[in-house]
Structures are given as structure tokens and as C-alpha cells.
């Protein structure tokens, strides 16, 4: 199985982005999302941006992290 999490684009410099989630920014190939735009959520996985994804379904699939994050701590 494969995880791929939302991230914010914050900048792009021709086929990378830096990307940011939870305070903590990386860069990241955008070469499979060439549409992508500054503010934009993208699903990275191993270092590529694979899909780009609206704003809400970025949220909801962050909060069901968090809340997998949180029942883990509890254990």
C-alpha cells in the first residue's frame, strides 16, 4: 500500500515546487503535475507531486491524519 499526503505549493522554480505541510517545507519534483500553481494542494508521494487536488479534500485527508495521529498517541 502507498501513502500520498496533501501538500500546499508554496513556490515554484521550473519543474520543482517547495511544498508545505505542518510548518515543515521540502521541495519536490512537479514534473507529473505540470498544471499545478502557487497555492494549489497537490498528494506528494516519494518526492512527487502526483495529483493535484482541491482545497477540501485537502483539509479533510489532513484532519483524518491528524485523528489517526491522535489515536496512535493514545495507545
Known sequence: MCLAVPVQVVSIEGSEAEVEIGG????VSIMLTPEVKVGDYVLLHTGYAINVIDEAEAQETLKLLEEMIALSDDA
Open 24 to 27: 515543515v517545507s521540502r521541495r
